[in-house]
């Protein structure tokens, strides 16, 4: 009983690393940019990055930051009593 277990636990590891290697070759073939590049020039990789940090804050733009900037410096200079 115990060696038929201990070949089935053997077996179950065998066939997870079979699997685990043919993952990570197939994974490997695709995974790769088509040219050796991703992007073409410094400027297509710089523009990838500003149009990501554009689109994640819309609202972040100067004029809204000192808007708020000015509101926080507001609140801090309240007077004790107000508070």
Same mark, same amino acid.
């Given at each position: 009983?115990?060696?038929?277990?201990?070949?089935?636990?053997?077996?179950? /590891?065998?066939?997870? @690393? $079979?699997? /685990?290697?043919?993952? @990570? $070759?197939?994974?490997?073939?695709?995974a790769g940019p088509v040219d050796g590049r991703a992007y073409a020039t410094r400027a297509d990789f710089d523009q990838a990055f500003a149009d990501a940090v554009a689109a994640s804050r819309p609202g972040n733009t100067p004029a809204q930051r000192e808007k708020l900037r000015e509101i926080g410096w507001k609140?801090?200079?309240?007077?004790?009593a107000s508070k």
């Open positions: 009983m115990l060696r038929q277990l201990i070949n089935g636990l053997l077996a179950a /590891i065998a066939l997870g @690393g $079979v699997v /685990i290697v043919s993952s @990570g $070759v197939a994974w490997s073939n695709i609140r801090l200079n309240a007077p004790i």
